[in-house]
């Protein structure tokens, strides 16, 4: 038995070997639409992954190989004259792993400040959460200076079990590897100076309440157009 499994795996190698050469090149994976705000005293971002899910990649999930898009923010301090601060990170993972037998998606999410998992039925849920950053924690608003600028920058990049049957025999013959997004800036920012006086003001937990920068409030981490 393993003798033939063997066999099939080695001309499943060599038919897509063959069938290399007619492959289209895929469009990169790029990042979009990041936006940066304020949650109370914490910075968080948004941002969207376009050109995440090739064929190659739905088929590997359809299949119950578990794949994971991590996504690598940084935020930093604009520096004139010497290389920019790093302030903080965070990483985040999207993993999501099909059920064939009860045909859901379990899709997880985790990072620092970041923990939730959910399960659908629905496709285009669980791709449309794959692709999306949704107020990721990323730094105090203490920690900045509304005299200095920052910018978040945000990378991704693809994970999956390499000792997935077939796949282990097949991975380095498809194209996972080249799923590599460059890293992406968001404008320059600075925080609010009314953010900033009013943090040392003992009523900022009242005037802050219930707001938040995508309702266009006035306490908010302010971004400029480069």
Known sequence: ??????ILSAWLVIMISIHM???????????????????????V??????????????????????ITFIFDVELRQVNDFWKNTLINTNKISHTIK???LKKVYRFTELGKGVKRKIATRNKQKYQRMMLTLDNIPISSAR?????????????ASLEMDRFWFPFNHLFFF???DSF??????????????????????SNLK??????????????????FNK
């Open 206 to 223: 009242d005037r802050n309440r219930n707001k938040s920068i995508f309702g266009g409030t006035k306490d908010v981490v302010r971004s």
């Open 45 to 66: 971002i948004n941002a969207r992954l376009l050109e995440g899910f090739t064929d190659s990649i739905e088929e590997a999930i359809e299949s119950g190989v578990p």
């Open 180 to 201: 590599n997004a460059a890293w992406t800036e968001s404008s320059p920012l600075s925080i609010d100076p009314d953010l900033a006086l009013a943090r040392d003001n």
């Open 98 to 100: 099909y059920d064939s």
């Open 174 to 176: 498809l194209p996972f």
């Open 21 to 43: 050469g007619a492959l289209t090149v895929e469009s990169a994976p790029s990042l979009v639409n990041i936006g940066v705000g304020t949650r109370g005293k914490i910075v």
């Open 143 to 155: 920690r900045l200076n509304f005299n200095e600028k920052y910018f978040v920058r945000i990378k």
């Open 1 to 6: 038995m393993i003798s033939k499994l063997k």
